[in-house]
């Protein structure tokens, strides 16, 4: 067996996920560096959701709006830092835009997502999944 068809064959489902385009961007997922970067700010989440109250352990629906406004604040940094670009470029981009762009890194780098804020994403992809049903 060929060496190009060994590593095909040990491809995970995460390694699926490749590089989309989003308003002139190109969003890919994480490298280890990126994951690096990244750590602190999901961190901060983590830290602010429990300061706030939020009972990881029992969200459901009702809790996000609170969870929006804790997370909304650090996702621009999240996302210069995924983009490669500074906070400033991404805080003007259109809504619908960096929203499109904010969930496409969630899908791409789920995996590590889930080891900080597991609950969150899990009840974000919840409502993603029940939007995208709605809309068809």
Do not use: C
């Not at 699926?16 to 994951?35: D, H, N, T």
């Not at 969930?103 to 609950?119: A, C, D, E, M, S």
């Amino acid at each position: 067996m060929n060496e190009k068809k060994e590593k095909s064959e040990k491809l995970g489902a995460e390694d699926l996920v490749q590089e989309v385009k989003i308003a002139g961007y190109v969003v890919r997922p994480w490298s280890f560096g990126k994951v690096v970067q990244v750590t602190q700010h999901l961190d901060q989440i983590t830290g602010l959701l429990s300061q706030s109250g939020v009972k990881v352990s029992e969200l459901d629906e009702k809790d996000m709006g609170k969870i929006a406004k804790i997370v909304m604040p650090v996702a621009p940094l999240i996302m210069a830092i995924t983009l490669d670009v500074d906070k400033e470029e991404i805080e003007k981009l259109k809504a619908d835009d960096g929203i499109l762009i904010m969930l496409t890194i969630v899908n791409q780098n789920i995996r590590y997502l889930k080891n900080f804020i597991g609950p969150v994403v899990d009840l974000i992809g919840k409502i993603v999944t029940a939007i995208t049903d709605t809309l068809g």
